[in-house]
C-alpha cells in the first residue's frame, strides 16, 4: 500500500468556491458553497473528470482540507504524474449548520444525506457542469467521503447511478435499513445494494466501488461485514484486490483509526485507478 508522504510542491492547484442554491428539507430556497480544487495548469481547453469529496458528520465544505493533507496528495500525485488531473468538489451535506451535542442523531443524519442525493443531481452538480471544463458524464464522475460522507457515498450508489461510476466509501457504511444498518442488517443491506443495481439494468462493468477504513476504525465492525456480504453477490459485485480486476476492492489500514488524517491515505492510494481512461 501507498502511503502519502508529504513534501513540498511547486506546482499547486487551487481552491475557489462555487456558489449555488438548492431546496432544504423545507422547501425554502437556500444558498450553498462548495469548496473546489482545480488542478495546477487547469485549462478550459480540456475537459477533465470530477471526484466529489463529501465531509463526515457535524463537517461542513471546509472539512477536508482543514482535517486533511488531501490537497497536498492531490498536487504531488499530480506533479509527479501518478495519474491525470481531475477536479475534486467538496460540498456540504447540511442545508444548515448542524447542532451536534452529545451523541449522533442517526435518523438525522441519515435524513440528511439521503435528501442531499437531490440537491447532487439537480443542482450541485449541473452547476460544477456549467462552470468548469468538465467530462459531465457518470463515466467521469465519481464520488467518496468519509463517515457521513461514506454514508453518502452508498446512497448515491444506490439514488445517483446515473450521475457517478465510482463509489469511494471510507469508514462509512450503507444506511439504506437505519443507522449502522451495514452491521446491523447486514444480509439485507447488501441484497439490496445487490437488487436495486440489477433492476436499474446496470451490470458489473457499470461502476466501481473502492472501499477503505482502519482497523481501529468505530466504522470498521460496520463496513466489513457489508462489504464481505457484498462478496458473495458475484453476478454483480466481483471482489478483487488487484485494482486491475474487480468492481469492488477493500483496503483496511494499520494503525488507522476515525479521523480525516489517516482516511485521506486511502484516496492517495485510489487516486492512480479513479479515473481509468487517459483523459485530458
Ligand atoms: C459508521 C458510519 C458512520 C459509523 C459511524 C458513522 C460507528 C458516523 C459517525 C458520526 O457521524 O459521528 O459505520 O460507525
Redesign the pocket.
Known amino acids: 500500500m501507498n502511503l502519502h508522504r508529504y513534501h513540498d510542491v511547486n506546482r499547486r492547484g487551487t481552491i475557489e468556491r462555487i456558489f449555488y442554491t438548492t431546496k432544504d428539507q423545507q422547501g425554502m430556497e437556500t444558498a450553498k458553497y462548495a469548496n473546489v480544487y482545480l488542478p495546477f495548469g487547469y485549462s478550459d481547453q480540456r475537459r477533465y473528470p470530477v471526484l466529489y469529496l463529501i465531509h ?3 463537517g461542513n465544505p471546509d472539512a477536508w482540507l482543514d482535517c486533511s493533507m488531501i490537497k497536498n496528495a492531490l498536487d504531488t500525485s499530480f506533479a509527479e504524474e501518478r495519474c491525470q488531473p481531475f477536479i475534486t468538489v467538496f460540498p456540504g451535506f447540511y442545508n444548515h449548520d448542524p447542532i451536534r451535542t452529545g451523541r ?1 442523531d442517526e435518523e438525522a ?1 441519515r435524513g440528511h444525506v439521503l435528501f442531499f442525493q437531490q440537491e447532487l443531481r439537480k443542482d450541485l452538480i449541473p452547476a460544477v457542469d456549467q462552470r468548469y471544463a468538465t467530462e459531465a458524464s457518470r463515466e467521469s464522475r465519481a464520488i467518496g467521503g468519509f ?2 460522507g ?2 453518502t457515498t452508498w446512497f448515491a450508489f444506490l439514488e445517483n447511478l446515473d450521475q457517478f461510476s465510482v463509489f469511494m466509501p471510507l ?3 450503507c444506511w439504506q435499513f437505519g443507522g ?1 444498518g ?2 446491523k442488517q447486514t444480509e439485507k443491506t447488501a441484497r439490496y445494494l445487490h437488487d436495486h443495481t440489477m433492476e436499474q439494468d446496470y451490470g458489473r462493468d457499470d461502476f466501481r466501488i473502492l472501499a477503505g477504513t482502519g482497523y481501529e476504525d ?2 470498521f465492525p ?2 466489513t461485514p457489508q462489504i464481505e456480504a457484498m462478496k458473495e453477490d458475484t453476478d454483480l459485485f466481483v471482489f478483487s484486490e488487484k485494482m486491475e480486476e474487480g468492481n469492488l476492492h477493500y483496503v483496511v489500514m494499520e494503525d488507522a483509526p ?1 479521523m480525516y488524517e489517516k482516511v485521506y491515505q486511502h484516496i492517495y492510494n485510489y487516486m492512480p485507478t479513479l479515473f481509468r481512461e487517459n483523459h485530458g
Open positions: 463526515g458528520g457535524g449522533v443524519e463517515s457521513m461514506g454514508v469508514s462509512g457504511d449502522l451495514g452491521g468505530i466504522a460496520n463496513l476515525h
